[in-house]
């Protein structure tokens, strides 16, 4: 079997090569043979879903985690509603929710049957602040859910504290955050569980989408292990022996798609190196754009909180100008993302909860500085050091 998954780009003679923001061709080229490996066993024993591929990854991805339960979904998205819904959540329940990340760890509060409350973020660095968690968390709040964005924990240690005085429950949105720890305890696990996104573009990311969720906590692993297959337990639980699927609770369909989990596991041999290369990068590009007038803050100026470590699943640079920056670097072959356009508590979907320009200024002010630079292991550092030269000589051609 020829690959073909991603046949060459190819550019014009003399002109530089486009820089994506994301690619893993040369991953797929290196790891290929152990990738159509795993995926043909899937298609020979003819088991899709829910088969021996997952069973192995969730054991494969407990031991590297130091999880005693991964329960394999079929996105990040749905870990965090099954993780809401597994650790308790009863409907109109609130959870304290960063009002700076991904639609996802609000959206997920809501689909579970609960209420979103945000919080802004911290002053330095992107995560949830505990004094505003302090400050926002009400007689109806329940839970307090922090995402860990981009390279780094939020502050666990701070979250904590206040929820322990308030007996709020602490899950974690750790869908970006594979390989953070806190004092060597995987992120997901310091709260009463966490979730992993496996979507493309993430440190460890399938052919599409997948997910899982992670805790210690026997309970929440049983009750996300029926949900994920229609609120059945029976084949996926040990509990009810001779009884044939019974459905215990209205459930959805969140299973793990086989192939996937081939891929995953082919891909999850190389993780370690993976996050190593994306650190050397984040460190030259710390080093080369940390002097550079217009960008304003680079993640490796704010040292994580005591205790974590750095991963760095996206590189994200606080610049002025930013519209026009990515416009500049668009036009020279130079992909970037905006990590995230619009503060939750500013969302349409959001707009019942009666929030207004101003409520979250950090949140704010984050959602119109951000810019995503291209970081991931097939990134060469001669890459890298034109994506800075290319934002140096945006700033140095600016007018005034
Ligand atoms: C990616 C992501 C999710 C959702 O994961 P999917 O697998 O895309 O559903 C949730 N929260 C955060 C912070 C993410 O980055």
Redesign the pocket.
């Known amino acids: 079997m020829e690959k073909t998954l991603f046949p060459p780009g190819g550019s014009p003679a003399g002109a530089a090569a486009p820089i994506p923001f994301f690619s893993q061709a040369a991953t797929f080229d290196e790891l290929w043979k152990e990738i159509r490996a795993g995926c043909v066993d899937v298609l020979d024993r003819g088991k899709f879903s829910h088969g021996a591929k997952v069973a192995e990854l969730e054991r494969r991805l407990a031991l590297w985690t130091g999880a005693t339960h991964v329960v394999g979904v079929n996105?990040?998205?749905d870990a965090?509603v099954l993780l809401l819904r597994a650790a308790g959540l009863r409907p109109g329940d609130e959870v304290v929710v960063p009002a700076y990340?991904?639609i996802?760890?609000a959206s997920s509060v809501v689909l579970a049957g609960g209420v979103p409350v945000f919080a802004d973020i911290e002053e330095r660095g992107h995560g949830i602040d505990p004094a505003s968690v302090d400050s926002v968390a009400g007689e109806r709040t329940r839970m307090v859910m922090p995402?860990h964005?981009f390279d780094r924990l939020a502050d666990l240690r701070g979250v904590c504290e206040v929820a322990r005085r308030r007996g709020l429950t602490v899950l974690e949105?750790s869908?970006?955050a594979i390989g953070m720890r806190l004092d060597g305890t995987h992120a997901g696990l310091v709260g009463a569980g966490g979730v992993l996104?496996f979507?493309p573009s993430?440190t460890l990311g399938a052919i599409g989408?997948a997910?899982a969720l992670l805790t210690d906590d026997d309970d929440i692993a049983e009750t996300a292990r029926a949900l994920r297959h229609h609120g059945r337990a029976g084949r996926t639980l040990d509990h009810f022996p001779g009884i044939a699927n019974p459905t215990v609770l209205s459930g959805c369909n969140s299973k793990m798609d086989d192939l996937q989990a081939a891929v995953l596991l082919a891909k999850l041999a190389g993780l370690d190196a993976g996050i190593a290369r994306r650190s050397e990068l984040a460190t030259r590009y710390d080093a080369r754009l940390r002097e550079v007038p217009g960008v304003l803050a680079v993640p490796g100026a704010v040292p994580p909180h005591p205790g974590g470590n750095r991963v760095c699943y996206v590189y994200l640079v606080e610049v002025e100008s930013r519209d026009a920056l990515a416009a500049h670097l668009a036009a020279r072959g130079i992909g970037t993302e905006i990590y995230y356009p619009v503060p939750l508590h500013l969302q349409p979907c959001f707009s019942h909860l009666g929030h207004a320009r101003g409520d979250f200024p950090r949140a704010e002010a984050a959602c119109a500085r951000a810019l995503a630079l291209p970081l991931y292991p097939d990134l060469s550092d001669a890459d890298a050091d034109r994506v800075c030269d290319e934002v140096a000589g945006f700033y140095r051609g600016r007018p005034g």
């Open positions: 996105s990040g998205t965090l990340s991904f996802a760890t995402a964005l949105d869908a970006e996104s979507f993430k989408d997910g």
